[in-house]
């Protein structure tokens, strides 16, 4: 019954691959975010998205692109992992505009 | 971008001591949110604030709207050990495309000693 779910929990994988991380929402809500949370905990925005518009921070690497099949999914591709990249992604959703974000578990990504 | 300056870092309290925290930011926001986050999961919602001046309570917490749209306060009374986690604040703008996304303050780690 998770309200926001997210797999994988964590993520190991190889400088250069392509992976994806997937993110559902049961809610009935309207808009999805990414947020990246690095190992200080400062959690950024990366992207917000609902049925009208897709909203990017500009200081995401065009490596990652949101992809939703539909309103209840969000998922993150990210292509050519670098070092960098390690950190712990949170999907997020609202009702609308609405302040009170529910945020998933996280997936604690780790390039090698 | 807007910044919110979030104090202090990080604090470790006795159990029954009651703790406050709060956030300033050089812009206005329509709405302010306190979340907390305990290890391994996601920031959870503790408190919304919608008007200027609004003093809103949830259990033991407290939070408070500052008048000039530019702060916010949080007070926990009487701590507990499961109060322990990350406090975070957040702005809301709700004024345009794009500009309703969370900005987070960089977070309050509490720590309560038994």
């Known amino acids: 019954d998770t309200a926001v779910s997210q797999t994988p929990k964590y993520l190991v994988t190889q400088m250069g691959n392509d992976k994806s991380i997937k993110c559902e929402q049961n809610?009935?809500?309207?808009?999805m975010y990414w947020y990246k949370q690095d190992s200080k905990k400062f959690l950024k925005i990366m992207f917000s998205?609902?049925?009208?518009?897709?909203?990017i921070n500009e200081t995401v690497p065009n490596r990652f692109s949101p992809k939703s099949p539909d309103k209840a999914h969000l998922n993150l591709h990210i292509n050519s992992l670098e070092l960098g990249d390690s950190a712990v992604y949170f999907c997020?959703?609202?009702?609308?505009?609405?302040?009170?974000?529910?945020f998933g578990s996280g997936t604690r990504l780790t390039v090698v | 971008g807007q910044q919110l300056n979030q104090s202090p870092q990080s604090m470790f309290i006795q159990e029954g001591e009651d703790v406050s925290m709060n956030c300033t930011s050089s812009s206005i926001f329509n709405t302010w949110l306190w979340y907390k986050q305990e290890p391994g999961e996601g920031p959870v919602l503790l408190i919304a604030?919608?008007?200027?001046?609004e003093l809103t309570s949830n259990g033991r917490l407290t939070a408070q709207f500052g008048i000039t749209r530019k702060d916010s306060f949080l007070n926990i009374s009487a701590s507990i050990p499961s109060d322990v986690g990350i406090y975070f604040c957040a702005g809301q703008l709700n004024s345009g495309a794009g500009s309703y996304q969370l900005t987070f303050g960089k977070g309050t780690k509490l720590s309560v000693i038994p």
């Open positions: 604030l919608y008007k200027a001046g």
């Open positions: 997020a959703s609202s009702r609308g505009h609405s302040g009170g974000y529910t």
């Open positions: 998205y609902n049925n009208k518009e897709l909203i």
């Open positions: 809610l009935g809500h309207d808009t």
